[in-house]
């Protein structure tokens, strides 16, 4: 365990859903990640908040809604998904400015859209 | 825009050899470079973190070097046993948020 949670672990959804991505961290960091990894492709930035403030969007489509009630939590919301977004979703989370800025990963959560 | 290349993509070995894997960016101005392991369908572990001050950091069988005004890092692992088997991805960090990674060197080492 690294300490960061994410839940569900599996998600099967259709397009036509609605559905959240929960990330927890008990590491008392002040900033979280959420990525996007494809088959044979790095992995993708999606949002970064940091100190509950959103502070990277990158260029992601808005049927991604993220939300971060406070530090410890971040949450993916989706809807109207297509099947190309089918892929494995990481939450990460990190402490920043401070000069060992590690960043500890989540299990992820495997996606499926049909 | 950054980029983190990894080399070899997949490498196959006989238990107990030594291995090398491959990092290089683009941008030699990192804050700091960091290696992780994924098992397949997993998330990722953090492997070793070196800051940009430091040339190499070492826990058990793994050493990672940094060599920035090359673009490079490499990874070595001694010994190699079974349970080393998986993905190993080198994530670049810069001043700001983002963590920059490459695609990873998929490692199979054979009983």
């Known amino acids: 365990e690294t300490g960061v949670t994410q839940t569900p672990r599996h998600l099967v959804m259709g397009m036509t859903n609605k559905k959240s991505l929960k990330c927890e961290q008990h590491?008392?960091?002040?900033?979280m990640y959420w990525y996007k990894q494809s088959a044979k492709k790095p992995l993708e930035l999606m949002f970064v908040?940091?100190?509950?403030?959103?502070?990277e969007n990158n260029s992601v489509p808005s049927r991604f809604s993220p939300e971060c009630p406070n530090s410890s939590h971040l949450f993916l919301h989706l809807h109207t998904l297509q099947p190309e977004d089918s892929a494995l979703y990481l939450c990460?989370?990190?402490?920043?400015?401070?000069?060992?800025?590690?960043?500890?990963f989540g299990q992820g959560t495997r996606l499926t859209v049909v | 825009k950054q980029e983190v290349t990894q080399i070899p993509a997949a490498l196959s070995v006989p238990e107990g050899e030594n291995l090398v894997l491959n990092c290089s960016f683009t941008?030699?101005?990192?804050?700091?470079l960091q290696w992780f392991r994924q098992d397949p369908g997993k998330g990722l572990t953090s492997l070793l973190l070196?800051?940009?001050?430091?040339r190499e950091q070492t826990s058990g069988r793994l050493n990672a070097s940094l060599d920035k005004s090359s673009g490079r890092s490499t990874l070595y692992i001694a010994a190699s046993q079974p349970g080393d088997s998986a993905t190993y991805l080198c994530?670049?960090?810069?001043?700001?948020?983002?963590?920059?990674f490459g695609t990873g060197t998929s490692l199979t080492v054979i009983p």
């Open positions: 990460a989370s990190s402490q920043e400015r401070q000069p060992h800025t590690e960043a500890f």
């Open positions: 590491l008392g960091h002040n900033a």
């Open positions: 908040y940091n100190f509950k403030e959103q502070t």
């Open positions: 941008d030699s101005a990192i804050y700091n």
């Open positions: 070196i800051q940009s001050s430091q």
């Open positions: 994530a670049v960090k810069y001043t700001g948020n983002q963590f920059y």
